[in-house]
C-alpha cells in the first residue's frame, strides 16, 4: 500500500493543548514546592533503547534545561530508575509461567552501556546531571516499605482493580537459588506480615515485609501504583530536600492513569489532589497510529518498511553518530517552546521529515 500525503504538519488545538498553549514551564513550576527537582524515567534496558524510549529520554533532559532556564533556583536532576528486574527469559512448568530477570541472568550488561552513552551525551549537551537507581534501591526505601505494606493490607481490592485477568496481587521475587520467578504470582501464599513465594525446583521461600524488600518485583500496573504513591511521599517530606516529577510514554495516559493509579492511591488513602506530577512524551507511532514496539522489532521482525535508524539508538548511531541525539534535542526542544505540540503523537515519518532538515 502505498500512502501518498501533503507532508504538512498539522496542530489542532484541543484539550491540553488548547489550555497549554504558549507555556507550559510555569505551570509545572507552580506545582513544585522545593529547590531541587529529579525528573524520573524509567527503562528496561532488555535491547538497544528504541526511538520512543530515546524521544523519551531527551525530553526529559530539555525539559530540565528549559525549568533551569526560566527558575535559576532550580537545580534539576534526571534520576534514570533502572528496571533490572524486567523479565529476560520465559518459561512454562506445570502450567506455571516463570520467568528470570534480567539481572540475573546478566542480559542487563548487554545493552546498559548504550544508555549510558545517550545520558553521558545529554548530561554534556545540557549541564544536566543524571543519577542511576536501581528497583531494589526504590524498594528499601522507607516510603516505597510503608505504600507496599498499605498495598498488602488491601492486597483483595487492589488486585481485583490492577490484575483483571488472574485478580493476584502481581508481586514476585527470584528463586535465591536459580532465579525462577512466578510471573503471575499464582502460588504466592500471604500472611499479614509474610509473602510465600514457590519455585519448582527448590521449593518455598519467604519474605517478611517488616524487614528488607528490596528484593521483591512488582508487575506494570502494580509498581506504577506504587512508585506514584512513594513519590508524593517524597515529595511532601521534609526528610528529602528533592522531588520528584515523572516523564513517561503518553500510552499510560488517560484511563490507565485515572482508574489504576489515581482512584486506587485515593482508596489508600493518599492526598490526590497534590500528588506527584507525569509528564507525557509523545508517542512514536507507525502508519496505523499503533506505537513503534521494541518486542514487535526484536521477537518478529516488524518496521521493514522503516529506516533502520529510526528503530533503535545502536542503528541511529551507526548512520549518524551523535549527531542523532543532536537533532532529537531540537526536536523536543522545539515542542517544549510550542507547549501545543506536547498533547499529541507524531508519525515516524514525522522524524523523517524532522531529521531530513537538519542532516
Ligand atoms: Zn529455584
Same mark, same amino acid.
Given at each position: 500500500m502505498n500512502i501518498s500525503c501533503d507532508g504538512i504538519v498539522n496542530n489542532p488545538l484541543g484539550g491540553a493543548s488548547y489550555v497549554f498553549e504558549k507555556e507550559i514551564i510555569p505551570y509545572l513550576l507552580g506545582n513544585l514546592n522545593k529547590n531541587k527537582l529529579k525528573i524520573s524515567v524509567g527503562a528496561q534496558p532488555n535491547s538497544s533503547p528504541h526511538f520512543g524510549t530515546l524521544e523519551t529520554i531527551t525530553l526529559a533532559f530539555a525539559l530540565a534545561r528549559k525549568i533551569e532556564d526560566y527558575d535559576p533556583k532550580k537545580q534539576v536532576t534526571i534520576l534514570y530508575e533502572v528496571i533490572e528486574t524486567a523479565p529476560s527469559e520465559t518459561i512454562v512448568i506445570d502450567g506455571i509461567k516463570y520467568q528470570k530477570n534480567l539481572n540475573f541472568t546478566g542480559k %542487563? *550488561?548487554?545493552? #546498559?552501556g548504550e544508555y549510558i552513552d545517550i545520558l553521558d551525551y545529554y548530561k554534556n549537551k545540557t549541564n544536566i546531571n543524571y543519577e542511576i537507581r536501581y528497583q531494589y534501591e526504590f524498594n528499601a526505601h522507607p516510603e516505597t516499605k510503608s505504600v507496599f505494606k498499605s498495598i498488602l493490607n488491601n492486597r483483595e481490592y487492589i488486585s481485583e482493580k490492577l490484575d483483571q485477568k488472574y485478580k493476584n496481587l502481581r508481586v514476585r521475587m527470584s528463586c535465591p537459588i536459580c532465579g525462577l520467578t512466578d510471573k503471575n504470582s499464582v502460588l504466592n501464599k500471604y500472611t499479614e506480615d509474610t509473602i510465600t513465594f514457590y519455585c519448582p525446583e527448590h521449593g518455598n521461600y519467604s519474605i517478611n515485609v517488616n524487614d528488607d524488600i528490596s528484593k521483591i518485583e512488582y508487575n506494570s500496573p502494580l509498581r506504577n501504583l506504587i512508585r506514584g504513591m512513594s513519590y508524593t511521599a517524597v515529595n511532601h517530606s521534609h526528610d528529602y530536600d528533592y522531588e520528584i516529577l515523572r516523564i513517561t !510514554?503518553? *500510552? =499510560?495516559? !488517560?484511563f490507565y492513569q485515572e482508574e489504576l493509579r489515581y482512584k486506587l492511591a485515593s482508596y489508600l488513602g493518599c492526598n490526590v489532589y497534590n500528588m506527584s506530577m507525569i509528564f507525557y512524551a509523545p508517542l512514536v507511532v507507525d502508519w496505523s497510529g499503533a506505537k513503534l514496539s521494541k518486542s514487535l522489532y526484536v521477537?518478529? !521482525?516488524? =518496521?521493514? *518498511?522503516?529506516?533502520?535508524? #529510526? %528503530?533503535n539508538y545502536s542503528f541511529l548511531k551507526e548512520a549518524l553518530g551523535y549527531k542523532g541525539l543532536e537533532i532529537l534535542y531540537d526536536i523536543v526542544l522545539n515542542w517544549i517552546n510550542n507547549p501545543y505540540m506536547l498533547f499529541r503523537h507524531y508519525s515516524i515519518y514525522y522524524f523523517m521529515e524532522e531529521f531530513k532538515k537538519y542532516e
Open positions: %542487563i *550488561d548487554n545493552y #546498559f !510514554g503518553s *500510552d =499510560y495516559a !488517560g521477537k518478529e !521482525g516488524a =518496521y521493514q *518498511d522503516i529506516p533502520k535508524k #529510526f %528503530i
